[in-house]
């Protein structure tokens, strides 16, 4: 079994949807937490300087990514977001690795 996986995310709301995005990333993030036991941490910020929500998210290991993306609701929040025009860029989503720092 190979490590954890760390991803960071950005999400640019496009102007005047962040409520909608936030009401949207709750549910998900609902879902997530009872569909997904190898998704160790989804949590995410607002960014307000940058109209962004901001995702840290560490899975048990690339299986749990893949799992992650393969999963209804996945496909589902990024056509809504579509649909509704509620991104003002598209998803960004970054695979990081830990090198430093320490967390309690």
């Not at 998210?57 to 509704?84: C, F, M, W």
């Amino acid at each position: 079994m190979a490590g954890a996986v760390h991803v960071i995310a950005f999400i640019t709301a496009a102007p005047g949807k962040k409520d909608r995005i936030l009401e949207v990333l709750v549910a998900t993030a609902a879902k997530i937490k009872e569909n997904e036991p190898d998704t160790l941490q989804y949590e995410f910020y607002w960014d307000e300087k940058n109209g962004q929500f901001v995702f840290i998210e560490k899975y048990k290991n690339s299986d749990a990514v893949t799992a992650h993306r393969g999963q209804p609701y996945y496909s589902e929040i990024k056509a809504l977001a579509e649909a509704e025009q509620l991104l003002a860029a598209p998803i960004e989503a970054r695979l990081i690795a830990p090198v430093g720092g320490f967390a309690r």
